[in-house]
Every structure is written in structure tokens, then in C-alpha cells.
């Protein structure tokens, strides 16, 4: 009984294209988060955002071509953040990393994230409520797999990074769902 059960929520896994709405192994937490009221709204105002894209040259300050690209970066690395690729949800050793430090876009050294707003979705993908800076991440939307998502990109680079749910936790009901492969990790 307990055995088929996991393999059922392993093949649910499996089966999910991206960084999926779905949550295998934790409840949603966004029904706790109290919208609209004013404490809320006070605390995740503290907290940076992703910019929108605005698809305007000399957009990012970091501009390769692909051969440039693929020399400097790794395949899995570059399958994500020049392909929009996906990794394997809990592939990545970031997944459950616990340490205290600075999350960094594998291809420039952009800061994107702190330890300090990771937390375990229980999706299989490295989980982020809030950005380092409002300067470390872009948002553009994206289609893709019949999904409407919100695509997170590098803001100094443009590369592709993940995507952005509104179903996080407290304080700002966000869930940045990274592609582990597309970051660096320093211990503080
Ligand atoms: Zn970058």
C-alpha cells in the first residue's frame, strides 16, 4: 500500500514538464496568507521583485553569442539558460541545500537569491519566495506546455532561470521554482 502510493507520486513527478502547480508532498500554504490584509501587504512590500521584460536593446549588460555561450557554460547549464531548458525535478544538488549563503546566476555571477528566502516546496526544484535584489531577476510570461507561467530570466544576462507562481508562502505568497543548474551556491 505504501509502496504504490510512492510510486504514484513519483510518476506524478515525473510526468510534470517544468516547475509544476503542483505540490507533492506539502500542502498549499497561500490559503494561510492573509490577502489584502494590511500586515500582510506591509511585510512582503519589504521584499524586491522581479522587473517585467522589456524587450528593448541593450537590455542586459551581459551579451554572448551561442559559441560564446556554449564554451563557457556546461551542457546542463547551457540546455537552461540559453534553451529554457528544465533539469529533472530533484536532480539538483541546491534542492535541499540547507547552508547559509548567495545563489548566483551560472553565467555571469549575477546575485538572484539568499538562503534566507529558500524554502522546501516539496516540488523538486530549488524554491525561492523572494529575489536577492530588484535588480537580480526578470519576468516575462511564457505559453509553454499549455501552462500559463511566468518565466524568470537572469537581469543581467537574460538567462533563462525558472518560473514564478503566486501560490509561495509568507511573507509575499511567491514561489520562484529554479532550475538548480542555472545557479552557483557560496556558502556565507
Ligand atoms: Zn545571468
Not at 509544476?20 to 512582503?44: E, F, I, L, R, Y
Request: with cysteine.
Amino acid at each position: 500500500m505504501r509502496l504504490s502510493l510512492l510510486s504514484l507520486l513519483l510518476s506524478v513527478a515525473a510526468l510534470s514538464p517544468a516547475c509544476s502547480q503542483s505540490h507533492a508532498d506539502q500542502p498549499n500554504t497561500v490559503a494561510a496568507v492573509p490577502t489584502g490584509s494590511k500586515g500582510a501587504t506591509v511585510t512582503a512590500a519589504k521584499y524586491p521583485v522581479a522587473q517585467p521584460v522589456t524587450g528593448k536593446p541593450g537590455e542586459y549588460a551581459v551579451v554572448k553569442t551561442d559559441a560564446e555561450w556554449k564554451k563557457q557554460l556546461t551542457g546542463p547549464q547551457y540546455y537552461i539558460l540559453r534553451e529554457e531548458g528544465t533539469e529533472r525535478p530533484y536532480t539538483s544538488k541546491l534542492n535541499d541545500n540547507e547552508a547559509a549563503g548567495n545563489y548566483y546566476c551560472a553565467a555571469d555571477h549575477n546575485l538572484v537569491f539568499s538562503s534566507a528566502t529558500k524554502f522546501h516546496s516539496g516540488t523538486g526544484w530549488p524554491s525561492f519566495y523572494a529575489p536577492a535584489t530588484a535588480a537580480s531577476l526578470k519576468v516575462k510570461s511564457d505559453g509553454s506546455f499549455g501552462m500559463s507561467r511566468d518565466e524568470i530570466v537572469c537581469a543581467k544576462c537574460g538567462g533563462h532561470l525558472g518560473h514564478v507562481f503566486n501560490d509561495g508562502p509568507k511573507p509575499t505568497g511567491l514561489r520562484y521554482c529554479m532550475d538548480g543548474d542555472a545557479l552557483t551556491f557560496e556558502k556565507k
